[in-house]
């Protein structure tokens, strides 16, 4: 035993490149994002990028965004729990089961260019969808309002991550909920409404609260497939990718700006979860 | 089955179906009439010099993700399950961050702290960008080797080796290796699936990989995209499939949720 | 006047009969444990009372009126369940008062009630805390008064103490039983375990392959046993199998006299059940008595005041419980002479291979 200690002594050198390379290559460059978001031209610190932010257009970017990912992250949250529960709950063939997880773990890891292109080939001007509304059922969709490049369209496109994700996420939670309490239930006179009301939501929440900050975060960080359906989407990321893939750097420091702000909107997001979620978890160990 | 399950499961299956059924119908339109059918835009796919060279630089980023991101984890895992416990939550927040900083933003971020370095590192994919890359798959290497790590007894394990004579390298690759195959396995195949979609990334710092090629295509080409588009999909099916494959063995309860958003 | 009628209850689940034609009559304010072997219909026949799940043919009549096609939830049947049942979301006071709050109680009294049954089951100090905090034990008592918040027409219970050490459980059963008389609620209570069964029943129904092999007083079960699987499964028995002949029962070469024998036809293949503490034994003198089997003590297993003995011999095998002052002249190796009752044994005619009872996993005591 005790030659085996002195073996192992010099063993934790073999840790260094780990934390070397979380040094190097994620808390360094973070750092440098906070820092070159106060800095200016000249090398001096500023305020003045991070002023802009609260100007036309970023602030419509960050809004958009915002609205984007809590309108999907809603949606896609809800939706996402009823198709779970659908395919969990007693009744439902348990094949049903094992192949929701097997497309949901596809269709979330199903997305970007590729998702934005399937989108633009179904609902998009020339799109199978769109013409077989046009021609088969003489619905015109466009002319009704529709367009893929408008927010709608791109939260449609994001409902094929985000239900997957929802699913993938919660459906664990929903095993949780015991057949004792639903007969439980039951017997004390509740109705399936009222068992859900009272015990099964509340019973799900900090779960369902997880979920969806998690589907928010997913939206917000969401770049490739706006930039694929819509490249000029109104968009925080999109404006950081223009900044970048334009070719024009004409001013680092406002894309480092804005990135330090996307990382701030996260961190108020939490900051309305903890709380929310400690409440809904009162009862929790 | 009850009736409001049917129709969420078949709500959920259409929206998983129809966009592949309709992109399947447009990559069969002729990118001359615009009339189906025909396999011409697969064709002109696969006789794409582009396609096959941007397909191959992605695979070599995906194994180069893969070989050092296990080569920097697997010993730092292994050391903080049989010396350190008191280490493991810190590394599952450290995984976490990946999860949480936007890929956006990590790259403002990379492309800052190493504007100037040297070019056979910051023009090269195989530096900068398998750089970010290993980073992006940190989580779910992390949860994948995590959840392997647990589901053995790595300090039995170790001491029975040791008190046999082995060193700890010999340990390490002789004993623990093959006892977290399917844990490595599992977070490799999650990597290979966020490396070969991974755009964000890629097209700020100016790479040239697979999904940037789609995209170029998407925006010049029309129908061949089409059958792009199913290719790659079929690229994420197969290495989600493997992964599934190798999770039915045990100790791979990993987390299945990658993404390139 | 029957209560709670369950009229020849049918329930199969694909080829196996869970339930297959099951009679009970309990009257108001009577306890009746289902007691028998996992897989015996017991826990399926409660599930049937509470409207989990439907009969296949039957029906259940509770004061008169047919329950059998009511759900679950208009039946007022107060279920408490084996283990984990509670609503973790809600205290021990909000899962009493939940049945009162769906039945738009006014809240004052519901407050009242509340208080008043966690006061009868002990918990008043405990109101407050949510299920976690609780042990198994107090989470059972929180379940019981749940369950009889809503003054239920009946009371089931599922073998609400099998999850449970066995302190707690032998001082919890008594507690329902006084809770249950002193409220004279109409009880049906499913265990796998005979002391619990025996301890606080008004009725046992002793259950077996779907059917109630027998049905009595706990004193009834014990002392006139009507069936092989009854016999071994209540109690401790010497099982002896014999052949009526004149005057008795052969049985491993000796003729045993016992005069329940003496009204069956000669020839007869017949078990002869004697109780352990009914046995006599004493060191073995050579000649042999009457009712006399001869053996060696091969164990003895200290019960407290008495203690047991296994005796085995020539074709003899029996157990006998022995005062321990006395056991401690018979010390294992002795051969010594078990003496079996005239009156007190019991014959039953062996139609049958004698079923073999499953082992149950957590059971407690036999």
Same mark, same amino acid.
């Given at each position: 035993m005790r030659s085996g200690r002195r073996r192992l002594s &010099? #063993?934790?050198? #073999?840790t260094l490149p780990f934390f070397a390379y979380t040094i190097l290559f994620l808390f360094l460059p973070a750092a440098s994002v906070l820092i070159g978001a106060f800095q200016n031209d000249k090398s001096g610190y500023s305020l003045s990028n991070i002023r802009t932010l609260f100007h036309h257009p970023y602030i419509d970017a960050y809004e958009g965004s915002i609205k984007l990912s809590l309108v999907t992250a809603a949606i896609g949250g809800i939706a996402g729990l009823f198709i779970a529960y659908a395919a969990l709950r007693e009744g439902t063939p348990k094949w049903i089961r094992s192949t929701l997880t097997t497309f949901s773990g596809v269709a979330a890891n199903f997305g970007g260019i590729p998702l934005a292109f399937a989108f633009i080939a179904s609902l998009?001007?020339?799109g199978v969808l769109t013409l077989f509304f046009k021609n088969q059922l003489h619905f015109d969709i466009t002319a009704h309002g &529709?367009?893929? &490049?408008?927010m709608t369209g791109i939260g449609l496109a994001y409902m094929y991550f985000q239900l997957p994700l929802m699913i993938l996420v919660i459906a664990p939670a929903i095993d949780g909920v015991r057949k004792e309490w639903r007969e439980a239930s039951a017997n004390l006179g509740a109705s399936q409404f009222q068992f859900w009301r009272y015990v099964g939501i509340p019973v799900l929440m900090p779960s369902i609260l997880g979920a969806i900050i998690l589907l928010f975060g997913n939206a917000f960080a969401a770049y490739a497939t706006a930039y694929g359906i819509n490249s000029g989407a109104n968009l925080i990321t999109i404006f950081i990718g223009a900044y970048y893939s334009g070719n024009v750097l004409n001013n680092p420091h406002l894309a480092q700006a804005m990135a330090f702000g996307m990382f701030v909107v996260l961190a108020v997001m939490m900051i309305v979860y903890i709380p929310l979620q400690r409440r809904a978890a009162r009862w929790a160990k | 089955m009850a009736p409001s399950a049917v129709f969420w499961l078949l709500l959920g299956g259409l929206y998983f179906f129809i966009p592949l059924l309709t992109t399947f119908l447009f990559s069969l339109k002729?990118?001359?009439?615009?009339?189906?059918?025909?396999?011409a835009n697969y064709s002109w796919v696969i006789h794409n010099g582009e396609f096959w060279h941007t397909l191959k630089i992605s695979f070599l980023l995906a194994l180069e993700t893969i070989v050092i991101s296990l080569a920097i984890f697997v010993p730092t895992i292994y050391w903080v399950h049989l010396k350190?416990?008191?280490l493991r939550p810190v590394l599952a927040f450290l995984a976490l961050i990946p999860f949480v900083v936007p890929p956006i933003v990590m790259v403002v971020g990379l492309l800052k702290f190493y504007q100037g370095s040297p070019n056979w590192f910051y023009a090269q994919p195989w530096g900068f960008l398998a750089g970010a890359y290993v980073i992006l798959a940190f989580p779910y290497m992390y949860f994948s080797l995590d959840a392997g790590f647990r589901s053995i007894d790595v300090h039995t394990l170790t001491e029975a080796s040791q008190s046999l004579g082995a060193r700890w390298t010999t340990t390490l690759f002789k004993v623990i290796l093959p006892n977290i195959r399917a844990a490595a396995l599992a977070g490799s195949f999650l990597a290979l699936a966020i490396v070969m979609g991974e755009y964000t990334i890629a097209n700020l710092s100016a790479f040239h990989t697979f999904p940037i090629f789609i995209q170029y295509v998407n925006e010049t080409q029309g129908f061949p995209a089409g059958a792009l588009t199913l290719m790659s999909f079929g690229i994420t099916w197969a290495a989600m499939g493997s992964l599934l494959l190798v999770g039915r063995k045990r100790g791979t309860r990993a987390a299945v949720v990658a993404g390139a958003r | 006047m029957a209560y709670l009628e369950l009229q020849n209850l049918h329930r199969d689940f694909g080829t196996v009969k869970a339930l297959d034609g099951i009679e009970i009559e309990l009257g108001e304010g009577e306890f009746l444990s289902l007691l028998g072997p996992s897989g015996c219909g017991k826990t399926t026949a409660l599930r049937l009372v509470a409207g989990f799940d439907r009969p296949d043919a039957g029906a259940i009549v509770v004061d008169g009126k047919n329950l059998t096609n009511v759900a679950p939830n208009k039946r007022d049947m107060g279920m408490v369940f084996q283990a984990y049942s509670l609503f973790p979301n809600m205290t021990a006071r909000q899962n009493v008062e939940y049945g009162l709050r769906i039945r738009g109680k006014d809240r004052a009294d519901r407050r009242k009630r509340v208080s008043d049954l966690l006061e009868l089951v002990g918990l008043g100090h405990a109101a407050d805390r949510y299920p976690h905090q609780l042990s198994g034990g107090m989470q059972q008592r929180v379940a019981l008064a749940r369950a009889l918040a809503i003054e239920p027409r009946v009371l089931l219970l599922d073998e609400p103490l099998s999850a449970l050490d066995a302190k707690v459980r032998v001082q919890l059963r008594e507690e329902i039983r006084r809770i249950q008389l002193d409220l004279g609620i109409t009880t049906l209570y499913v265990t796998h375990d005979q002391e619990e069964a025996l301890s606080v029943s008004d009725h046992v129904a002793v259950m077996y392959g779907g059917r109630i092999e027998q049905m009595g007083s706990p004193a009834e079960m014990y002392s006139a046993p009507a069936t092989p699987f009854v016999a071994e499964f209540i109690g401790t028995m010497n099982r002896l199998e014999g052949t009526v002949v004149d005057g008795g029962v052969e049985h491993a070469g000796t003729t045993l006299r016992i005069e329940a024998a003496q009204e069956r036809p000669r020839g007869e293949r017949v078990l002869v059940l004697v109780r352990p503490e009914t046995v006599e034994v004493g060191p073995a003198n050579g000649g042999s008595g009457v009712n006399t089997l001869v053996g060696n003590v091969v164990t003895q297993t200290f019960l407290g005041p008495v203690t047991r003995l296994k005796i085995l011999g020539e074709g003899v095998d029996v157990i006998a419980d022995v005062p321990t002052q006395k056991a401690l002249s018979l010390p294992v190796g002795t051969r010594v002479a078990a003496v079996l009752p005239a009156e007190g044994a019991r014959l039953l005619v062996l139609k049958e291979d004698l079923p073999q009872i499953p082992e149950e996993p957590a059971s407690a005591s036999r």
């Amino acid at each position: 035993m005790r030659s085996g200690r002195r073996r192992l002594s &010099f #063993a934790w050198i #073999a840790t260094l490149p780990f934390f070397a390379y979380t040094i190097l290559f994620l808390f360094l460059p973070a750092a440098s994002v906070l820092i070159g978001a106060f800095q200016n031209d000249k090398s001096g610190y500023s305020l003045s990028n991070i002023r802009t932010l609260f100007h036309h257009p970023y602030i419509d970017a960050y809004e958009g965004s915002i609205k984007l990912s809590l309108v999907t992250a809603a949606i896609g949250g809800i939706a996402g729990l009823f198709i779970a529960y659908a395919a969990l709950r007693e009744g439902t063939p348990k094949w049903i089961r094992s192949t929701l997880t097997t497309f949901s773990g596809v269709a979330a890891n199903f997305g970007g260019i590729p998702l934005a292109f399937a989108f633009i080939a179904s609902l998009g001007p020339l799109g199978v969808l769109t013409l077989f509304f046009k021609n088969q059922l003489h619905f015109d969709i466009t002319a009704h309002g &529709f367009s893929l &490049f408008s927010m709608t369209g791109i939260g449609l496109a994001y409902m094929y991550f985000q239900l997957p994700l929802m699913i993938l996420v919660i459906a664990p939670a929903i095993d949780g909920v015991r057949k004792e309490w639903r007969e439980a239930s039951a017997n004390l006179g509740a109705s399936q409404f009222q068992f859900w009301r009272y015990v099964g939501i509340p019973v799900l929440m900090p779960s369902i609260l997880g979920a969806i900050i998690l589907l928010f975060g997913n939206a917000f960080a969401a770049y490739a497939t706006a930039y694929g359906i819509n490249s000029g989407a109104n968009l925080i990321t999109i404006f950081i990718g223009a900044y970048y893939s334009g070719n024009v750097l004409n001013n680092p420091h406002l894309a480092q700006a804005m990135a330090f702000g996307m990382f701030v909107v996260l961190a108020v997001m939490m900051i309305v979860y903890i709380p929310l979620q400690r409440r809904a978890a009162r009862w929790a160990k | 089955m009850a009736p409001s399950a049917v129709f969420w499961l078949l709500l959920g299956g259409l929206y998983f179906f129809i966009p592949l059924l309709t992109t399947f119908l447009f990559s069969l339109k002729s990118n001359q009439t615009g009339k189906c059918c025909t396999a011409a835009n697969y064709s002109w796919v696969i006789h794409n010099g582009e396609f096959w060279h941007t397909l191959k630089i992605s695979f070599l980023l995906a194994l180069e993700t893969i070989v050092i991101s296990l080569a920097i984890f697997v010993p730092t895992i292994y050391w903080v399950h049989l010396k350190v416990p008191k280490l493991r939550p810190v590394l599952a927040f450290l995984a976490l961050i990946p999860f949480v900083v936007p890929p956006i933003v990590m790259v403002v971020g990379l492309l800052k702290f190493y504007q100037g370095s040297p070019n056979w590192f910051y023009a090269q994919p195989w530096g900068f960008l398998a750089g970010a890359y290993v980073i992006l798959a940190f989580p779910y290497m992390y949860f994948s080797l995590d959840a392997g790590f647990r589901s053995i007894d790595v300090h039995t394990l170790t001491e029975a080796s040791q008190s046999l004579g082995a060193r700890w390298t010999t340990t390490l690759f002789k004993v623990i290796l093959p006892n977290i195959r399917a844990a490595a396995l599992a977070g490799s195949f999650l990597a290979l699936a966020i490396v070969m979609g991974e755009y964000t990334i890629a097209n700020l710092s100016a790479f040239h990989t697979f999904p940037i090629f789609i995209q170029y295509v998407n925006e010049t080409q029309g129908f061949p995209a089409g059958a792009l588009t199913l290719m790659s999909f079929g690229i994420t099916w197969a290495a989600m499939g493997s992964l599934l494959l190798v999770g039915r063995k045990r100790g791979t309860r990993a987390a299945v949720v990658a993404g390139a958003r | 006047m029957a209560y709670l009628e369950l009229q020849n209850l049918h329930r199969d689940f694909g080829t196996v009969k869970a339930l297959d034609g099951i009679e009970i009559e309990l009257g108001e304010g009577e306890f009746l444990s289902l007691l028998g072997p996992s897989g015996c219909g017991k826990t399926t026949a409660l599930r049937l009372v509470a409207g989990f799940d439907r009969p296949d043919a039957g029906a259940i009549v509770v004061d008169g009126k047919n329950l059998t096609n009511v759900a679950p939830n208009k039946r007022d049947m107060g279920m408490v369940f084996q283990a984990y049942s509670l609503f973790p979301n809600m205290t021990a006071r909000q899962n009493v008062e939940y049945g009162l709050r769906i039945r738009g109680k006014d809240r004052a009294d519901r407050r009242k009630r509340v208080s008043d049954l966690l006061e009868l089951v002990g918990l008043g100090h405990a109101a407050d805390r949510y299920p976690h905090q609780l042990s198994g034990g107090m989470q059972q008592r929180v379940a019981l008064a749940r369950a009889l918040a809503i003054e239920p027409r009946v009371l089931l219970l599922d073998e609400p103490l099998s999850a449970l050490d066995a302190k707690v459980r032998v001082q919890l059963r008594e507690e329902i039983r006084r809770i249950q008389l002193d409220l004279g609620i109409t009880t049906l209570y499913v265990t796998h375990d005979q002391e619990e069964a025996l301890s606080v029943s008004d009725h046992v129904a002793v259950m077996y392959g779907g059917r109630i092999e027998q049905m009595g007083s706990p004193a009834e079960m014990y002392s006139a046993p009507a069936t092989p699987f009854v016999a071994e499964f209540i109690g401790t028995m010497n099982r002896l199998e014999g052949t009526v002949v004149d005057g008795g029962v052969e049985h491993a070469g000796t003729t045993l006299r016992i005069e329940a024998a003496q009204e069956r036809p000669r020839g007869e293949r017949v078990l002869v059940l004697v109780r352990p503490e009914t046995v006599e034994v004493g060191p073995a003198n050579g000649g042999s008595g009457v009712n006399t089997l001869v053996g060696n003590v091969v164990t003895q297993t200290f019960l407290g005041p008495v203690t047991r003995l296994k005796i085995l011999g020539e074709g003899v095998d029996v157990i006998a419980d022995v005062p321990t002052q006395k056991a401690l002249s018979l010390p294992v190796g002795t051969r010594v002479a078990a003496v079996l009752p005239a009156e007190g044994a019991r014959l039953l005619v062996l139609k049958e291979d004698l079923p073999q009872i499953p082992e149950e996993p957590a059971s407690a005591s036999r």
